[in-house]
C-alpha cells in the first residue's frame, strides 16, 4: 500500500503485518493520516516528526470543525493520530507525542437505528429476491447478517471451512484477529449447505461462503448497495446499511430478554460499555409497560 507521505509507511505495515488489520481498517487509518499530512504541508510546508507539536494538531482539528465533520469523525481521527504517534515513539522517532494534550470532542449522543421486527419479517417472507444465483446471493447475505450480527468485513471473508454443520455454529474472524464462535438456527445451516450444494456448479470459486456469479468474493460496495436495495422495500428508516443489520440483531436480542454479557459476546465487543447502547430499547420498553399496565402509570 503505497502512500504520498513516506513517514506512514512503515506505520500501514506494522498494522497490516503485525496488527493484522483488515484492508478496511487500514484505508480508513491511511485516509485520516493522508489528511493530516496534506494539511500541515500545505499550511505549514514539510514538517519533521519532532516538529509536529500539539498547536499544530489543533490547527488541523479546529479545521475539520469548520467544515462541519461532526464530533464522531473527529474523534476517529483523534484516535488514528494517537496510535500513529504511540509508533512513532515505540520506534524512537519522537521522544513525546503530541497527543497528550488534545483532549477529544463530546461524541453526540445517538441511539443506534434497527429494522423492527414485523419489517424483518416482511423482509425474510414477503420480499421476492431474483431466482438466480445474485437473488439467493443476496437473501442469504440478509439472513447472515441479521442471524449472526456479523460486521461487514467478517460476512465477506467468511469461509465455507467457519462453518460447523456438527455444533450448528460459525467461527468468525472478528477485529485484531480475534475469533468467535456464533450459534445458528437449522434453517440456517440449511441454507448454507443448500448455497454451497449449487455453488459447486459455479466450477472453481473462492474459499469464502459468499461469491458472486463468477466465483469471486463480495466486494464492499455491493454488499451495501444489496443490502440498501432490499432494506428500501421494508423501512423507512434514515440508515439503511450492513450495520442496521448488526444494530437489529442486537436490539431484538436485548428487547426479548439475552443477557448483555452475552450479547457483546456474540458480537464481539471488546468490552461491556460498547454493548450498553442496545439496551435502550429495552428500558423504553419496560417504560412503555409500565405506563400502559401500572394503576399509577
Do not use: C
Request: zero cysteines; charged letters at 25%; glycine letters at 4%.
Amino acid at each position: 500500500m503505497q502512500t504520498s507521505h513516506p513517514v506512514i509507511q512503515s506505520f500501514l505495515e506494522y498494522l497490516k503485518f503485525e496488527k493484522r488489520y483488515s484492508q478496511h481498517t487500514i484505508v480508513s487509518y491511511q485516509t485520516d493520516l493522508t489528511s493530516f499530512f496534506d494539511y500541515l504541508v500545505m499550511e505549514y510546508g514539510p514538517t519533521p516528526l519532532a516538529q509536529i507539536t500539539h498547536s499544530l494538531v489543533r490547527s488541523w482539528l479546529a479545521s475539520l470543525k469548520e467544515a462541519e465533520l461532526t464530533a464522531k469523525s473527529i474523534n476517529r481521527k483523534i484516535s488514528t493520530l494517537r496510535s500513529f504517534f504511540k509508533y512513532q515513539m515505540k520506534l524512537g522517532l519522537i521522544e513525546q507525542t503530541p497527543m497528550a494534550k488534545i483532549v477529544a470532542p463530546k461524541n453526540e449522543k445517538r441511539l443506534p437505528q434497527f429494522v423492527a421486527d414485523k419489517d424483518i419479517h416482511t423482509l425474510f417472507n414477503h420480499v421476492e429476491f431474483s431466482d438466480d444465483w445474485k437473488g439467493r446471493t443476496e437473501r442469504l447475505l440478509l439472513l447472515l447478517l441479521y442471524n449472526t450480527g456479523m460486521r461487514l468485513s467478517e460476512v465477506v471473508s467468511l469461509k465455507e471451512t467457519n462453518i460447523n454443520s456438527a455444533s450448528h455454529s460459525l467461527k468468525v474472524l472478528g477485529k485484531g484477529n480475534k475469533e468467535r464462535i456464533i450459534p445458528i438456527s437449522d434453517a440456517l445451516l440449511k441454507d448454507i449447505a443448500a448455497y454451497i450444494k449449487e455453488k459447486k456448479g459455479l466450477g472453481e470459486a473462492s474459499e469464502t461462503l459468499l461469491v458472486t456469479e463468477k466465483g469471486l468474493s463480495l466486494a464492499h460496495r455491493s454488499v451495501y448497495t444489496s443490502v440498501k436495495k432490499y432494506l428500501t422495500l421494508v423501512t423507512t428508516i434514515e440508515k439503511r446499511s450492513p450495520h442496521v443489520l448488526r444494530h437489529s440483531f442486537a436490539t431484538h436480542l436485548t428487547n426479548n430478554g439475552a443477557e448483555l454479557n452475552a450479547v457483546k459476546e456474540l458480537l464481539g465487543h471488546s468490552s461491556l460499555a460498547a454493548t450498553q447502547v442496545y439496551t435502550h430499547n429495552t428500558i423504553a420498553k419496560l417504560k412503555n409497560v409500565h405506563k400502559n399496565f401500572h394503576p399509577k402509570g
